[in-house]
């Protein structure tokens, strides 16, 4: 399998994570999407990482990983938030704000 | 070494050691902070101001990964002179969360803050991605704050979710570069450009999506208004000029500043800000609400800026910084107006400053002054700002943008003139005048005498900026 | 003599007053009339000091002063005048003195007010003196903004409303409301701004990015094609600002709604800066691309001439009918001026001065009018000759100078222009010229007759009506003084205007004379 | 002696302009009126004095200017005084006619209000002033200049009762009717400037007389220049205000509209009778409107009841003499008739004015018999309708003789047979005036002051209302004052003066020729021998028709008006005329400014509107885009992002 396979994969998983975040109605699945696109940006890293022989492809996926953590717990946590006071968690119910 | 390293990051280790020193306040004092978390965090980030203006130019730390060059510290200076506003105006602030968990939201400026100033120090892409989240991450929090309100939670979300997932666009698109040029070193991009590899212009791209979503250039800008309109507005105050000021300046970098084939960014670049000018001005028109109206201008105002950075060339990026200076004071300054003003009136709506010119004349004279200089109007800062950026963009022969943004400077004063109809030509509603907190009534003060000061006499910043940006060609 | 920075106290004692009665008069409405006065007089002193002292024989830009602004950019506090802005800045000087005692009856807000009016003139004396392109634009924003709130405050709204399916249609824009003449107003001046800012720009590049200065770029010969639409660029932009067709509707609206000595400002000066940036700028920089669009300037004035005085004479509200009664007389100033000869340009400059003075007296009768009738309804008025004979007197000079007549100023300013226009290159330009003058003849007096002429009106509103008074004859006096004097003896204005269009026509006579051979 | 000459007639010039200044400015001086009067008068009386001076000393034609109007090359436009036989004669016709006028109507308006005679004498010393500038006029700019002048004292003093709507009409009329030849006049300067380069009428005349006019064109100039004299000297079509303009007090009319200012087309014409020469097509024009002018006027004149009018159209017939003469290329001719026709009709509006002052009334039904109860004023009124009538050994026997011969020697036929049959008219319509107001039966109208309010004429039917302080209508004064009586010493006078001065010119040029006025003439008309006494023939035939007709009642009035059929029809309806400049002033003036005005505020301010209406439609159309949906913000991004890929890949 060469270099491209990989990358396709990542495009395809990327794409799918987008697609998640569009679609989906419920944030948590939308917060899904969200770290399936990620993930597919450290399947890219790595790749070119491997393939180029480099270590930097390497490294950056542990930051980028470290940094997802933390942007899914604060998802997470906007999520209850927002459960709390709104009673609800789907997507299109939210739109106070708008115009 | 260790010398370059403490001089070089000193502000950056101020900073860190700042918000540890608020977390631990925070920690130990349980139960109403009161303002001394405030107090703190202000007096900390002007001494740390003052240590920039200490660094030297070419400082770099980790085989120039970071490099504190002209613009580094001009931006860094700049960002720093916002947050002390920021934290004057909300001081004051009057909300229970805001003297409980002080320490909490003074943390997380401080931190969002920290990632701005190595975001405009970064030349290595990693840094740039971690400095970038470290950036974003704590104003999701910021916007969070007010934890019972609906509609912050709400704008929360928002701001959130499209922050991922252009954060997202950003590190898949630095994947890709990395993968081309086998190296996270963005001085390596150019070359790569060079070679037309496809992929690096996807990379590219990508991270322009990001970068165009930070600030919030038309249709990335979307989170704006939702988010303006509901978050704390001192916080807004920043949140309108800190990360967007990182933002161009990652741009900057990235795709203008250097760059043998920085020109094949052009016709990218012209689209955006034409169309990001347009838009901005033209849904700012029904607003209602004052914030969402200061929102869309402030989308509108990038257009500008953009317009600035289509000129490619050094007194293009020097206006565009000049402009960032000049959009602090004006924009700011109308947020810590629209800040007092709410505060009495209990409303956010344009419809709320009915009168205000009979009520408080200097409150009134502070606004329209702030809003002529947004409108850029001659004798306060915005003119001049938004004169030079055509200049630089006349000097590439983009008449045709020149002519559009000017044409759409007359839009923008509409909703401008409209405020200022509220504020003069209507009569007031009730006679008593609005009561300005003493902080928040110097943080207004600054902010006009800096859009009057430099409006008046703005040669001494365009020399500062013109030499910071002929640095970088 | 040379000593004091004349230009400059010219300039900005009216806005230190300004200054003064917003942070010092507070509230004590007599002091803040007095310190307007004062501040605006010091103005007049000195203009007519500065006009007198102007050397005609050496001619050229006198009074110099200068003080670098922004170097790197070549901005500089560049001020000086000639002959052309010696008489601008005396007509400033004249009808903002008017204008102070005209609206001395202003009661509502009176500081605010005299501030912002205050504020104004100091853009329009800016504008007349300075010689760097960037401070001129610079105060040419100052004097058109302060308009917004002017007309918004203190103005007044129309009594005559759009009808018809077109009216009720536009009904709900606002057209006939000060709020709405206000925003027209001020957002189609600053239109027309953009357009100047993106010829200066263009000619700032062209030079090399290195002056913004007048005589500077003047010695520099831009290429025909970056003329040709730079040139356009400022006609259009500094047109719209002297109402030339078919961007002047916010004349009427803005004039009508504005309050009297706003209007008075407006429309006998503030349109006056528009034409002189026709003339200064424009054709002062661009000499071929003069020569090229002079056909187009000069249509367009004889489209103004006739059109504005056909639509004053439709009008039934006193004020829409000199608002454009002004329409018209600007194109007398943009036809002169288009007929590139010594007494067209001659002309067009004293039409200018003329006109100014003319239509300041004739907004400060109406205003004074409004004042004491409340209406402005032509058809509802009647018979007010016999009540207010003074200002029945000071409108019929001010109408007789509309449509020309000698002895008054506006007879040796319509006369030069037609003398010009008959040996330009379009000599038929004359004809629409003469016409227009026919025409004014025929609405002013239209409207005099119905309002200052026969038998007193039955409406008990107009029962008791009171001349002028006090301040208010003040203002009339010096108006009408000025436009008599000046109309029996010209030679005060066109010696001094002579002397700055002579050296400007130098430069396009060799064009002119090869264009004629092309 | 030149410069004596000059300086007598400067003094002349300035003194009403003197005059004028001290009533304008000084207000409180004004409004005591009669000091006011007298200082006018004092300033008229000295003018008269030095035009007299200056018209016995001026021999050579001397000029003094100044500069006016500054250019680089040397003055535009100069102002000064140009004397020489013609314009000083002019200028004591002016003087001596301005100077009794004003005498005059210290008696005729002395029940005005003081402020309202003040302004009168302030408008008279402005229009002495004018109309000496114009007589004097060096050049054609002050002529222009003088000429509207002269304009505006006319529109200001036939406005002088403003408060009549009437008078109001009549003046703004007046000022439209000129104005409009003026336009002409003012483009055939301009273009006449351009043709030659000067305004000087000296250094025009002397180019024409070296030949190095070219003739290219000129006519059109000429003809130009001749619209203003249309206009000012009331020549068909532009004839229409003059009868209206009646509506001004009588002096007014005496002075203005009969003796000094509308003739002010003729002198024109007769100063630059020279260039004229060059265009005979010009020349022939103004023959043929002059001699249609006159039957017009004379045919309108017979048909009149109110004895001004009467006098007004007398006048317009008699303006077209003096241009018939111009026209056939004698111009001397059409002066000499105007200098003369100055003083008898100024002599005659006098003494209507004494009429009317007595009577109450302008109307000739009102009148009858008046020679008993004014028995000065028949007198008087009879020497000056036998002067118009053309009988010899008065005032207006030689001149009008003159004109007749001049269009003969012309080789006009046609005109000459029309101003023949005018000789006729004119005598027939005089008379009937003489014998309907002074003769007959003595008319038993109740003089109330009704009748005395609606003096004027059917125009002011509907403006019933006389506002307060409204104290003068012409003829409102004999309303109290029961039976007719002659007028006070002050107003006899002037017409004495007149009388005289009339007949004994008349009789001593019947005598002697023209030259007092005319100076030496280097070709005097030559009339054929059978001239004189057909003329006069016509006139006696003319005067017995009248006599017939009022007097005898051998002939009935109304059987010899209907016999005239359609012309009669034609003459009550002033010809339509005024009917026809009214419909296009009303209709298609004022319709197509209506249109025009329209069009500004829909169409082309209304594209502004819609325009700007796009624009705020449009955000508010843009920001439906802001759904408040956090995904359709993804969305946003995305098709963003999409948009700038296609956009890079497109740029590459």
């Given at each position: 399998m060469g270099l491209q396979a990989y990358l396709v994969l990542s495009a395809v998983v990327f794409c799918l994570g987008l697609f998640g975040v569009i679609t989906r109605r419920n944030t948590i699945g939308i917060l899904l999407g969200v770290e399936l696109m990620l993930n597919a940006v450290n399947i890219n890293l790595v790749a070119f990482g491997r393939f180029r022989g480099d270590l930097a492809g390497l490294v950056f996926p542990v930051f980028a990983i470290a940094i997802t953590v933390a942007e899914a717990a604060l998802g997470l946590a906007i999520v209850i938030l927002l459960f709390r006071v709104r009673r609800t968690v789907m997507a299109d119910h939210l739109d106070l704000l708008r115009g | 070494m260790t010398g370059t390293l403490a001089t070089t990051l000193a502000p950056e280790i101020g900073l860190f050691v700042l918000a540890v020193v608020v977390l631990l306040i925070g920690v130990i004092q349980r139960g109403d902070q009161k303002r001394v978390v405030g107090w703190i965090t202000g007096i900390g980030l002007l001494g740390v101001l003052g240590s920039t203006l200490r660094l030297v130019e070419g400082g770099s730390v980790g085989d120039g990964m970071f490099v504190n060059d002209g613009l580094a510290i001009f931006a860094k200076q700049l960002l720093l002179g916002a947050g002390v506003i920021s934290i004057l105006g909300s001081l004051t602030l009057g909300h229970a969360s805001f003297s409980r968990r002080s320490a909490e939201y003074h943390f997380a400026l401080l931190a969002s803050l920290l990632g701005m100033m190595a975001l405009v120090s970064a030349r290595d892409l990693l840094l740039f991605f971690v400095a970038f989240e470290l950036m974003s991450i704590p104003l999701y929090v910021l916007t969070g704050f007010l934890k019972r309100d609906e509609a912050t939670s709400e704008a929360a979300l928002k701001f959130f979710l499209v922050g991922t997932v252009s954060a997202a666009f950003i590190v898949y698109g630095i994947s890709f570069i990395y993968g081309v040029t086998g190296s996270t070193a963005i001085d390596t991009i150019p070359r790569a450009l060079a070679e037309g590899q496809p992929l690096t212009w996807l990379g590219m791209g990508l991270m322009l999506v990001g970068l165009a979503f930070k600030i919030a250039a038309f249709p990335f800008h979307m989170w704006v208004p939702d988010v303006y309109e509901a978050a704390t507005t001192p916080f807004v105050a920043w949140l309108a000029v800190a990360p967007k000021a990182a933002g161009f300046v990652a741009i900057i970098r990235l795709y203008v500043a250097g760059s043998s084939a920085s020109d094949t960014w052009l016709p990218v670049i012209v689209a955006l800000a034409g169309v990001t000018t347009v838009a901005g001005n033209l849904m700012a028109i029904p607003q209602r609400n004052i914030k969402r109206l200061l929102a869309y201008s402030g989308v509108a105002h990038i257009g500008y800026m953009l317009i600035g950075l289509a000129a490619l060339s050094d007194s293009g990026v020097a206006m565009v910084l000049f402009y960032l200076v000049a959009y602090l004071f004006g924009n700011m300054g109308a947020f810590m107006v629209v800040e007092a003003v709410a505060r009495s009136e209990r409303s956010e709506g344009i419809d709320a400053y009915a009168g205000l010119a009979q009520r408080s004349p200097l409150l009134a004279l502070a606004m329209l002054i702030f809003l002529l200089s947004l409108g850029g109007i001659p004798f306060v800062a915005g003119f001049w700002a938004k004169l030079y950026l055509f200049l630089a963009a006349a000097e590439k022969g983009l008449y045709g943008l020149v002519f559009l943004g000017a044409v759409l400077t007359v839009v923008a004063l509409y909703y401008y003139l409209l405020v200022a109809r509220r504020m003069y030509i209507d009569a007031p509603v009730c006679s008593d005048r609005v009561r300005v907190p003493g902080l928040l009534g110097a943080a207004i003060a600054t902010c006009a005498a800096g859009v009057v000061g430099i409006g008046v006499y703005p040669a001494p910043w365009v020399d500062l900026v013109k030499r910071v940006a002929s640095a970088l060609f | 003599m040379s000593g004091l920075p004349f230009l400059s106290i010219i300039t900005w004692a009216p806005f230190v007053s300004a200054v003064v009665i917003m942070f010092c008069a507070r509230h004590r409405p007599l002091l803040v009339r007095w310190t307007a006065t004062i501040g605006t007089g010091i103005s007049l002193l000195a203009s007519l000091w500065v006009y007198w002292a102007y050397d005609r024989v050496s001619a050229g830009f006198q009074f110099q002063e200068t003080f670098a602004l922004v170097p790197s950019l070549g901005i500089s506090y560049f001020l000086a005048l000639d002959g052309m802005s010696a008489l601008m800045v005396l007509l400033t000087s004249i009808i903002i003195f008017a204008g102070?005692?005209?609206?001395?009856?202003?009661?509502?807000?009176?500081?605010?007010?005299?501030?912002?009016?205050?504020?104004?003139?100091?853009?329009?004396?800016?504008?007349?003196?300075?010689?760097?392109?960037?401070?001129?634009?610079?105060?040419?924003?100052?004097?058109?903004?302060?308009?917004?709130?002017?007309?918004?405050?203190?103005?007044?709204?129309?009594?005559?409303?759009?009808?018809?399916?077109?009216?009720?249609?536009?009904?709900?824009?606002?057209?006939?409301?000060?709020?709405?003449?206000?925003?027209?107003?001020?957002?189609?001046?600053?239109?027309?701004?953009?357009?100047?800012?993106?010829?200066?720009?263009?000619?700032?590049?062209?030079?090399?990015?290195?002056?913004?200065?007048?005589?500077?770029?003047?010695?520099?010969?831009?290429?025909?094609?970056?003329?040709?639409?730079?040139?356009?660029?400022?006609?259009?932009?500094?047109?719209?600002?002297?109402?030339?067709?078919?961007?002047?509707?916010?004349?009427?609206?803005?004039?009508?709604?504005?309050?009297?000595?706003?209007?008075?400002?407006?429309?006998?000066?503030?349109?006056?800066?528009?034409?002189?940036?026709?003339?200064?700028?424009?054709?002062?920089?661009?000499?071929?691309?003069?020569?090229?669009?002079?056909?187009?300037?000069?249509?367009?004035?004889?489209?103004?001439?006739?059109?504005?005085?056909?639509?004053?004479?439709?009008?039934?509200?006193?004020?829409?009918?000199?608002?454009?009664?002004?329409?018209?007389?600007?194109?007398?100033?943009?036809?002169?001026?288009?007929?590139?000869?010594?007494?067209?340009?001659?002309?067009?400059?004293?039409?200018?001065?003329?006109?100014?003075?003319?239509?300041?007296?004739?907004?400060?009768?109406?205003?004074?009018?409004?004042?004491?009738?409340?209406?402005?309804?032509?058809?509802?008025?009647?018979?007010?000759g016999t009540m207010m004979p003074g200002i029945a007197t000071a409108f019929t000079i001010g109408g007789l100078s509309s449509l020309g007549l000698p002895a008054t100023a506006g007879f040796v300013a319509e006369f030069l222009t037609f003398l010009g226009a008959w040996s330009s290159a379009h000599p038929w330009w004359l004809f629409p010229g003469v016409f227009g003058a026919f025409i004014t003849s025929l609405y002013v007096l239209r409207v005099t007759r119905y309002i200052f002429w026969g038998p007193k009106s039955d409406d008990p509103h107009f029962a008791h009506l009171p001349d002028a008074q006090g301040t208010e004859w003040a203002a009339l006096g010096i108006l009408v003084f000025v436009l008599v004097l000046f109309g029996v003896a010209p030679g005060l204005a066109i010696g001094p205007i002579d002397t700055a269009t002579v050296p400007l026509l130098e430069r396009l006579a060799p064009l002119m004379s090869a264009a004629r051979t092309r | 002696m030149m410069a004596d000459v000059t300086a007598l007639a400067l003094v002349a010039l300035l003194l009403p302009a003197v005059s004028f200044l001290i009533l304008a400015v000084v207000v409180p001086l004004r409004r005591l009126g009669r000091p006011a009067a007298y200082v006018s008068l004092l300033c008229a009386g000295g003018a008269l004095a030095a035009a007299a001076l200056a018209w016995r000393g001026a021999a050579e034609r001397s000029r003094l200017v100044w500069d006016w109007i500054p250019a680089e090359a040397g003055p535009l436009a100069t102002i000064g005084v140009l004397v020489d036989h013609d314009s000083t004669s002019m200028l004591l016709l002016v003087a001596l006619v301005a100077f009794l006028v004003q005498l005059y109507s210290i008696g005729y308006l002395s029940d005005e209000l003081p402020y309202a005679l003040g302004r009168y004498y302030t408008y008279q010393s402005l229009f002495a002033f004018s109309m000496m500038a114009l007589v004097l006029a060096p050049n054609f700019v002050q002529l222009f200049i003088a000429w509207e002048l002269v304009g505006l004292s006319s529109y200001l003093l036939i406005g002088f009762w403003y408060h009549k709507p009437a008078a109001a009409r009549a003046a703004v009329k007046a000022f439209w009717t000129t104005k409009l030849g003026d336009v002409g006049l003012l483009i055939g300067i301009v273009m006449l400037w351009r043709h030659t380069g000067t305004f000087d009428l000296t250094e025009l005349q002397a180019m024409v007389n070296s030949g190095t006019v070219a003739a290219a064109g000129l006519s059109v100039m000429t003809f130009c220049i001749y619209l203003g004299a249309v206009g000012k000297s009331a020549q068909f079509p532009l004839h229409i205000w003059l009868p209206d303009a009646m509506e001004g007090p009588t002096p007014v009319s005496a002075l203005i509209h009969a003796a000094t200012m509308v003739t002010a087309g003729v002198y024109l014409l007769h100063r630059t009778s020279w260039l004229f020469a060059l265009t005979p097509e010009v020349l022939a024009i103004v023959v043929w409107i002059g001699a249609l002018t006159a039957l017009l006027a004379a045919v309108l004149a017979c048909v009149q009841d109110d004895i001004k009018r009467v006098l007004a159209y007398s006048t317009v017939s008699q303006l077209g003499y003096m241009m018939a003469a111009i026209g056939a290329g004698f111009s001397a001719a059409g002066f000499f008739h105007l200098l003369t026709h100055g003083l008898f009709k100024a002599l005659l509006f006098l003494g209507a004015g004494a009429v009317i002052h007595a009577v109450g009334s302008n109307d000739l039904s009102r009148m009858g018999g008046l020679v008993k109860r004014m028995p000065q004023t028949a007198v008087l009124f009879i020497i000056g309708s036998l002067a118009l009538a053309g009988i010899p050994f008065f005032g207006g026997f030689l001149s009008k003789e003159d004109v007749l011969g001049t269009v003969w020697e012309g080789g006009h036929v046609v005109p000459f047979a029309i101003l023949m049959l005018v000789a006729f008219l004119t005598a027939f319509y005089m008379f009937r005036v003489v014998f309907l107001a002074f003769f007959g039966a003595e008319a038993l109208v109740a003089h109330a002051h009704a009748a005395a309010a609606s003096s004027a004429d059917h125009a002011s039917a509907h403006g019933a209302g006389h506002g307060p302080g409204s104290h003068g209508s012409d003829g409102h004064a004999a309303g109290g004052h029961g039976i007719p009586h002659d007028p006070p010493a002050v107003m006899r006078l002037p017409l004495w003066i007149l009388a005289v001065l009339s007949t004994m010119t008349g009789a001593y040029v019947t005598v002697s020729g023209p030259e007092l006025f005319l100076g030496h003439l280097e070709h005097e008309p030559t009339s054929p021998a059978w001239l004189m006494p057909a003329a006069v023939a016509v006139a006696g035939a003319g005067i017995a028709l009248a006599w017939l007709t009022y007097q005898r009642a051998v002939l009935d009035a109304e059987r010899l008006a209907s016999s005239m059929g359609v012309l009669r029809t034609a003459a009550l309806a002033k010809f339509w005329m005024d009917d026809a400049f009214e419909a296009v002033y009303y209709r298609v003036f004022l319709g197509f400014s209506r249109m025009v005005g329209w069009l500004d505020r829909y169409i082309v301010d209304g594209v502004l509107n819609v325009v700007s209406e796009w624009t705020v439609v449009g955000g508010d159309k843009l920001r439906a885009m802001q759904t408040g949906r956090a995904q359709d913000y993804v969305v946003a991004v995305g098709a963003g992002l999409l948009a700038m890929l296609i956009w890079i890949g497109w740029g590459r």
């Amino acid at each position: 399998m060469g270099l491209q396979a990989y990358l396709v994969l990542s495009a395809v998983v990327f794409c799918l994570g987008l697609f998640g975040v569009i679609t989906r109605r419920n944030t948590i699945g939308i917060l899904l999407g969200v770290e399936l696109m990620l993930n597919a940006v450290n399947i890219n890293l790595v790749a070119f990482g491997r393939f180029r022989g480099d270590l930097a492809g390497l490294v950056f996926p542990v930051f980028a990983i470290a940094i997802t953590v933390a942007e899914a717990a604060l998802g997470l946590a906007i999520v209850i938030l927002l459960f709390r006071v709104r009673r609800t968690v789907m997507a299109d119910h939210l739109d106070l704000l708008r115009g | 070494m260790t010398g370059t390293l403490a001089t070089t990051l000193a502000p950056e280790i101020g900073l860190f050691v700042l918000a540890v020193v608020v977390l631990l306040i925070g920690v130990i004092q349980r139960g109403d902070q009161k303002r001394v978390v405030g107090w703190i965090t202000g007096i900390g980030l002007l001494g740390v101001l003052g240590s920039t203006l200490r660094l030297v130019e070419g400082g770099s730390v980790g085989d120039g990964m970071f490099v504190n060059d002209g613009l580094a510290i001009f931006a860094k200076q700049l960002l720093l002179g916002a947050g002390v506003i920021s934290i004057l105006g909300s001081l004051t602030l009057g909300h229970a969360s805001f003297s409980r968990r002080s320490a909490e939201y003074h943390f997380a400026l401080l931190a969002s803050l920290l990632g701005m100033m190595a975001l405009v120090s970064a030349r290595d892409l990693l840094l740039f991605f971690v400095a970038f989240e470290l950036m974003s991450i704590p104003l999701y929090v910021l916007t969070g704050f007010l934890k019972r309100d609906e509609a912050t939670s709400e704008a929360a979300l928002k701001f959130f979710l499209v922050g991922t997932v252009s954060a997202a666009f950003i590190v898949y698109g630095i994947s890709f570069i990395y993968g081309v040029t086998g190296s996270t070193a963005i001085d390596t991009i150019p070359r790569a450009l060079a070679e037309g590899q496809p992929l690096t212009w996807l990379g590219m791209g990508l991270m322009l999506v990001g970068l165009a979503f930070k600030i919030a250039a038309f249709p990335f800008h979307m989170w704006v208004p939702d988010v303006y309109e509901a978050a704390t507005t001192p916080f807004v105050a920043w949140l309108a000029v800190a990360p967007k000021a990182a933002g161009f300046v990652a741009i900057i970098r990235l795709y203008v500043a250097g760059s043998s084939a920085s020109d094949t960014w052009l016709p990218v670049i012209v689209a955006l800000a034409g169309v990001t000018t347009v838009a901005g001005n033209l849904m700012a028109i029904p607003q209602r609400n004052i914030k969402r109206l200061l929102a869309y201008s402030g989308v509108a105002h990038i257009g500008y800026m953009l317009i600035g950075l289509a000129a490619l060339s050094d007194s293009g990026v020097a206006m565009v910084l000049f402009y960032l200076v000049a959009y602090l004071f004006g924009n700011m300054g109308a947020f810590m107006v629209v800040e007092a003003v709410a505060r009495s009136e209990r409303s956010e709506g344009i419809d709320a400053y009915a009168g205000l010119a009979q009520r408080s004349p200097l409150l009134a004279l502070a606004m329209l002054i702030f809003l002529l200089s947004l409108g850029g109007i001659p004798f306060v800062a915005g003119f001049w700002a938004k004169l030079y950026l055509f200049l630089a963009a006349a000097e590439k022969g983009l008449y045709g943008l020149v002519f559009l943004g000017a044409v759409l400077t007359v839009v923008a004063l509409y909703y401008y003139l409209l405020v200022a109809r509220r504020m003069y030509i209507d009569a007031p509603v009730c006679s008593d005048r609005v009561r300005v907190p003493g902080l928040l009534g110097a943080a207004i003060a600054t902010c006009a005498a800096g859009v009057v000061g430099i409006g008046v006499y703005p040669a001494p910043w365009v020399d500062l900026v013109k030499r910071v940006a002929s640095a970088l060609f | 003599m040379s000593g004091l920075p004349f230009l400059s106290i010219i300039t900005w004692a009216p806005f230190v007053s300004a200054v003064v009665i917003m942070f010092c008069a507070r509230h004590r409405p007599l002091l803040v009339r007095w310190t307007a006065t004062i501040g605006t007089g010091i103005s007049l002193l000195a203009s007519l000091w500065v006009y007198w002292a102007y050397d005609r024989v050496s001619a050229g830009f006198q009074f110099q002063e200068t003080f670098a602004l922004v170097p790197s950019l070549g901005i500089s506090y560049f001020l000086a005048l000639d002959g052309m802005s010696a008489l601008m800045v005396l007509l400033t000087s004249i009808i903002i003195f008017a204008g102070v005692f005209a609206s001395w009856t202003v009661k509502q807000r009176s500081q605010e007010f005299y501030a912002l009016l205050l504020i104004l003139v100091t853009g329009v004396y800016g504008v007349f003196v300075s010689l760097d392109l960037f401070v001129l634009f610079l105060f040419y924003e100052i004097a058109v903004l302060p308009m917004y709130l002017l007309i918004g405050i203190w103005g007044s709204s129309g009594e005559v409303r759009p009808q018809g399916i077109f009216g009720r249609a536009m009904g709900w824009t606002g057209v006939g409301t000060k709020e709405y003449a206000a925003m027209k107003l001020t957002l189609y001046l600053l239109f027309g701004s953009a357009f100047i800012l993106v010829g200066i720009l263009a000619l700032f590049v062209a030079a090399g990015s290195r002056t913004f200065s007048f005589l500077e770029l003047q010695s520099i010969r831009f290429d025909p094609s970056l003329q040709s639409w730079v040139f356009l660029a400022f006609y259009v932009g500094f047109g719209i600002l002297a109402a030339i067709w078919p961007l002047h509707t916010w004349s009427p609206d803005g004039h009508a709604s504005a309050p009297t000595a706003v209007s008075m400002l407006h429309a006998g000066v503030l349109m006056k800066l528009g034409a002189y940036g026709v003339v200064r700028v424009g054709m002062g920089l661009l000499p071929e691309a003069t020569v090229q669009w002079a056909w187009l300037v000069g249509l367009i004035g004889c489209i103004n001439i006739v059109y504005g005085a056909l639509s004053a004479m439709a009008q039934t509200d006193l004020k829409y009918v000199i608002a454009y009664s002004s329409v018209s007389h600007m194109g007398v100033v943009m036809l002169g001026a288009a007929t590139l000869t010594e007494h067209g340009l001659n002309g067009s400059v004293f039409q200018m001065f003329a006109h100014g003075i003319m239509t300041g007296l004739f907004f400060a009768l109406v205003g004074l009018v409004y004042e004491k009738a409340h209406s402005r309804a032509i058809l509802k008025m009647g018979g007010f000759g016999t009540m207010m004979p003074g200002i029945a007197t000071a409108f019929t000079i001010g109408g007789l100078s509309s449509l020309g007549l000698p002895a008054t100023a506006g007879f040796v300013a319509e006369f030069l222009t037609f003398l010009g226009a008959w040996s330009s290159a379009h000599p038929w330009w004359l004809f629409p010229g003469v016409f227009g003058a026919f025409i004014t003849s025929l609405y002013v007096l239209r409207v005099t007759r119905y309002i200052f002429w026969g038998p007193k009106s039955d409406d008990p509103h107009f029962a008791h009506l009171p001349d002028a008074q006090g301040t208010e004859w003040a203002a009339l006096g010096i108006l009408v003084f000025v436009l008599v004097l000046f109309g029996v003896a010209p030679g005060l204005a066109i010696g001094p205007i002579d002397t700055a269009t002579v050296p400007l026509l130098e430069r396009l006579a060799p064009l002119m004379s090869a264009a004629r051979t092309r | 002696m030149m410069a004596d000459v000059t300086a007598l007639a400067l003094v002349a010039l300035l003194l009403p302009a003197v005059s004028f200044l001290i009533l304008a400015v000084v207000v409180p001086l004004r409004r005591l009126g009669r000091p006011a009067a007298y200082v006018s008068l004092l300033c008229a009386g000295g003018a008269l004095a030095a035009a007299a001076l200056a018209w016995r000393g001026a021999a050579e034609r001397s000029r003094l200017v100044w500069d006016w109007i500054p250019a680089e090359a040397g003055p535009l436009a100069t102002i000064g005084v140009l004397v020489d036989h013609d314009s000083t004669s002019m200028l004591l016709l002016v003087a001596l006619v301005a100077f009794l006028v004003q005498l005059y109507s210290i008696g005729y308006l002395s029940d005005e209000l003081p402020y309202a005679l003040g302004r009168y004498y302030t408008y008279q010393s402005l229009f002495a002033f004018s109309m000496m500038a114009l007589v004097l006029a060096p050049n054609f700019v002050q002529l222009f200049i003088a000429w509207e002048l002269v304009g505006l004292s006319s529109y200001l003093l036939i406005g002088f009762w403003y408060h009549k709507p009437a008078a109001a009409r009549a003046a703004v009329k007046a000022f439209w009717t000129t104005k409009l030849g003026d336009v002409g006049l003012l483009i055939g300067i301009v273009m006449l400037w351009r043709h030659t380069g000067t305004f000087d009428l000296t250094e025009l005349q002397a180019m024409v007389n070296s030949g190095t006019v070219a003739a290219a064109g000129l006519s059109v100039m000429t003809f130009c220049i001749y619209l203003g004299a249309v206009g000012k000297s009331a020549q068909f079509p532009l004839h229409i205000w003059l009868p209206d303009a009646m509506e001004g007090p009588t002096p007014v009319s005496a002075l203005i509209h009969a003796a000094t200012m509308v003739t002010a087309g003729v002198y024109l014409l007769h100063r630059t009778s020279w260039l004229f020469a060059l265009t005979p097509e010009v020349l022939a024009i103004v023959v043929w409107i002059g001699a249609l002018t006159a039957l017009l006027a004379a045919v309108l004149a017979c048909v009149q009841d109110d004895i001004k009018r009467v006098l007004a159209y007398s006048t317009v017939s008699q303006l077209g003499y003096m241009m018939a003469a111009i026209g056939a290329g004698f111009s001397a001719a059409g002066f000499f008739h105007l200098l003369t026709h100055g003083l008898f009709k100024a002599l005659l509006f006098l003494g209507a004015g004494a009429v009317i002052h007595a009577v109450g009334s302008n109307d000739l039904s009102r009148m009858g018999g008046l020679v008993k109860r004014m028995p000065q004023t028949a007198v008087l009124f009879i020497i000056g309708s036998l002067a118009l009538a053309g009988i010899p050994f008065f005032g207006g026997f030689l001149s009008k003789e003159d004109v007749l011969g001049t269009v003969w020697e012309g080789g006009h036929v046609v005109p000459f047979a029309i101003l023949m049959l005018v000789a006729f008219l004119t005598a027939f319509y005089m008379f009937r005036v003489v014998f309907l107001a002074f003769f007959g039966a003595e008319a038993l109208v109740a003089h109330a002051h009704a009748a005395a309010a609606s003096s004027a004429d059917h125009a002011s039917a509907h403006g019933a209302g006389h506002g307060p302080g409204s104290h003068g209508s012409d003829g409102h004064a004999a309303g109290g004052h029961g039976i007719p009586h002659d007028p006070p010493a002050v107003m006899r006078l002037p017409l004495w003066i007149l009388a005289v001065l009339s007949t004994m010119t008349g009789a001593y040029v019947t005598v002697s020729g023209p030259e007092l006025f005319l100076g030496h003439l280097e070709h005097e008309p030559t009339s054929p021998a059978w001239l004189m006494p057909a003329a006069v023939a016509v006139a006696g035939a003319g005067i017995a028709l009248a006599w017939l007709t009022y007097q005898r009642a051998v002939l009935d009035a109304e059987r010899l008006a209907s016999s005239m059929g359609v012309l009669r029809t034609a003459a009550l309806a002033k010809f339509w005329m005024d009917d026809a400049f009214e419909a296009v002033y009303y209709r298609v003036f004022l319709g197509f400014s209506r249109m025009v005005g329209w069009l500004d505020r829909y169409i082309v301010d209304g594209v502004l509107n819609v325009v700007s209406e796009w624009t705020v439609v449009g955000g508010d159309k843009l920001r439906a885009m802001q759904t408040g949906r956090a995904q359709d913000y993804v969305v946003a991004v995305g098709a963003g992002l999409l948009a700038m890929l296609i956009w890079i890949g497109w740029g590459r």
